[in-house]
């Protein structure tokens, strides 16, 4: 008994001396966690914090791609660099016995049109609270936290009950996408701009943790290719 009290004990001192150092340093690149933090406040708040202030806020352990509001509960969950097939299977949620074919293709037309001047493609999954991010060949690091902020913010308006409401979820979901898309571009570069002031490095991707997929689309034609993790 004493031998387990005594490795507890060295555990959890050990753990507390991490949580310690994580918090003593203060990483200037925006990754999942931080990027959940930071945009959150600056949206609710209007507020952009450091990243001494925002280390203060990390937790050691975070489940891998989850979308936390201001460090509280997780509102959903996303995967971003996933494939076009992948965002696909998501669509036509509506229509979850037949996963009618026809259905997705219509709903990415729309979304291929949605996101035309953007580095990527995302679709929220309202029933899972699953986020798919697929990005486009050139997405830039600012354009992968873009795609990150947008379904950020559309799981923040579903877990609020603030959604777009129609005829039916996935059009509820297109709806409510083309809406946060409109008002985070309104104030992305302003964003921009303060979080730089605030000393954060939007140059360095710090969002894709695996391997991921790029996609290039030409009229009807879509291409993909396959990147190394980061």
Aim: aromatic share 6%; net charge positive.
């Amino acid at each position: 008994m004493s031998t387990w009290t005594c490795l507890i004990t060295l555990l959890s001192i050990h753990l507390a001396m991490n949580h310690a150092a994580v918090r003593a340093v203060s990483m200037h690149s925006l990754n999942r966690q931080r990027a959940n933090i930071v945009i959150s406040t600056m949206v609710a708040k209007d507020k952009v914090l450091k990243p001494v202030e925002v280390a203060a806020r990390e937790r050691i352990f975070e489940w891998d791609g989850a979308l936390r509001w201001e460090g509280a509960r997780v509102i959903g969950r996303a995967r971003i660099g996933v494939g076009l097939g992948e965002l696909v299977a998501h669509l036509g949620s509506s229509h979850s016995v037949t996963r009618s074919v026809h259905d997705a293709s219509i709903n990415l037309e729309r979304l291929v049109e949605l996101y035309d001047k953007e580095g990527y493609i995302a679709w929220y999954d309202s029933s899972s609270r699953t986020a798919l991010i697929v990005l486009k060949d050139g997405a830039t690091p600012t354009s992968q936290l873009k795609a990150w902020a947008h379904v950020l913010l559309t799981a923040q308006k579903f877990a609020s009950g603030d959604a777009t409401s129609a005829a039916s979820k996935d059009e509820a979901t297109l709806q409510q996408l083309k809406a946060t898309l409109a008002t985070l571009s309104d104030n992305w570069d302003r964003h921009l701009t303060s979080l730089k002031a605030a000393g954060w490095d939007l140059g360095n991707a710090s969002l894709e943790t695996t391997s991921s997929t790029r996609i290039s689309l030409d009229g009807d034609r879509v291409r993909q290719r396959r990147l190394g993790g980061a």
